[in-house]
């Protein structure tokens, strides 16, 4: 079963370019998800980790991006957040990377639980901002 199902009442933001990444994000996420708890090949999962972290930092400069073009009020807190997750997601890929942590369940649900936290907080702050 996926790990995180994109739902509108739980995830929509009513920003087009958030609302389609945030959908791809889920999908590496989930893929990442069923490949480490499914015994698949250590470096198969390393690669899915890589390209979901990627995805990650490109999702991020992307609202970083167009907050700042619209001079959202919210974008030092906003971004402070993007900035909390990626500094977990590098310790993990380096750990990864060193034979010192694997993914595990517990590693999909911190980034399911940020998910499910930030989407309808942070995000859904933007808005009226993006869209005016
Ligand atoms: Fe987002
Ligand atoms: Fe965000």
């Not at 979901?52 to 974008?75: P, R």
């Not at 900035?83 to 750990?95: F, R, S, T, Y």
Request: aromatic content about 10%; some cysteine; hydrophobic content about 40%.
């Amino acid at each position: 079963m996926a790990l995180i199902t994109w739902n509108a009442e739980q995830h929509e933001t009513k920003v087009a370019f958030a609302d389609d990444e945030h959908k791809i994000l889920f999908g590496k996420l989930n893929k990442l998800y069923d490949l480490a708890t499914g015994g698949a090949e250590r470096n198969e999962v390393g690669q899915a980790l890589d390209d979901l972290i990627a995805y990650v930092v490109e999702h991020f400069a992307h609202e970083e991006k167009e907050m700042q073009a619209k001079n959202f009020s919210g974008y030092a807190a906003h971004k402070a957040e993007h900035d909390a997750l990626v500094g977990i997601c590098a310790d993990l890929q380096e750990k990864f990377g060193k034979g010192e942590a694997d993914v595990t369940e517990d590693t999909g649900a911190l980034v399911k639980n940020w998910l499910d936290s930030h989407i309808p907080t942070f995000d859904r702050a933007y808005e009226s901002t993006l869209n005016s």
